[in-house]
T-cell receptor
Framework: DAGVTQSPTHLIKTRGQHVTLRCSPI?????VSWYQQVLGQGPQFIFQYYEKEERGRGNFPDRFSARQFPNYSSELNVNALLLGDSALYLC?????????????FGPGTRLLVL | GQQVMQIPQYQHVQEGEDFTTYCNSS?????IQWYKQRPGGHPVFLIQ?????EVKKQKRLTFQFGEAKKNSSLHITATQTTDVGTYFCAAGRFNKFYFGSGTKLNVKP
């Protein structure tokens, strides 16, 4: 079975641009969470979606948005990119949205903002 | 703000030595999870602790959840070079998930 997949693997953007990152969860998983991991730090929670609805939101500005599709895949959008948005963006899938669910992470998208 | 604090930030050990990382929270946790991230990789789930005072073992790894459910530890006995990576604790609260800052383990052969 395929694990969590993310695309693209790497991305270079300039300040002010917009970016869309994509995630496909493990088959049968209905929840997707997005994290930002800056070099040397732990993952920071951005969003959680379950059954196409937002179930949790971290402390990120409104420039960050996401959505989940009927097939449970998800997109993370970031507008008006800043240099500080450079990070590894991780997607994690789980069976449901509970706090005790095991999260399975994808390989991530490395975003560099110049 | 940071919900879970993790120490130490770095640990360098000689192969065969033991290693421990600690995770602390100011609030009572319903559960805690541990993840390992190899250099250049993504976090991989290791284990979840739910019960007060719970102890779980995975080969050379021992995980503990404090009696008050506010702290946890991961202990590795006789480290090997394959243990290299960053170990994170993580907890869920109010539909958000909080990861510790991680402990980066380096093992010298």
């Amino acid at each position: 079975d395929a694990g969590v997949t993310q695309s693209p693997t790497h991305l270079i953007k300039t300040r002010g641009q917009h970016v869309t990152l994509r995630c496909s969860p493990i088959s049968g998983h209905k929840s997707v969470s997005w994290y930002q991991q800056v070099l040397g730090q732990g993952p920071q929670f951005i969003f959680q979606y379950y059954e196409k609805e937002e179930r949790g939101r971290g402390n990120f500005p409104d420039r960050f948005s996401a959505r989940q599709f009927p097939n449970y895949s998800s997109e993370l959008n970031v507008n008006a990119l800043l240099l500080g948005d450079s990070a590894l963006y991780l997607c994690a899938s789980s069976l449901s949205s509970g706090r005790k669910e095991t999260q399975y992470f994808g390989p991530g998208t490395r975003l560099l903002v110049l | 703000g940071q919900q879970v604090m993790q120490i130490p930030q770095y640990q360098h050990v000689q192969e065969g030595e033991d290693f421990t990382t600690y995770c602390n929270s100011s609030t009572t946790l319903s559960n805690i999870q541990w993840y390992k991230q190899r250099p250049g990789g993504h976090p991989v789930f290791l284990i979840q602790l739910v019960k007060s005072g719970e102890v779980k073992k995975q080969k050379r790894l021992t995980f503990q959840f404090g009696e008050a459910k506010k702290n946890s530890s991961l202990h590795i006995t006789a480290t090997q070079t394959t243990d290299v990576g960053t170990y994170f604790c993580a907890a869920g609260r109010f539909n958000k998930f909080y990861f510790g800052s991680g402990t980066k383990l380096n093992v010298k052969p």
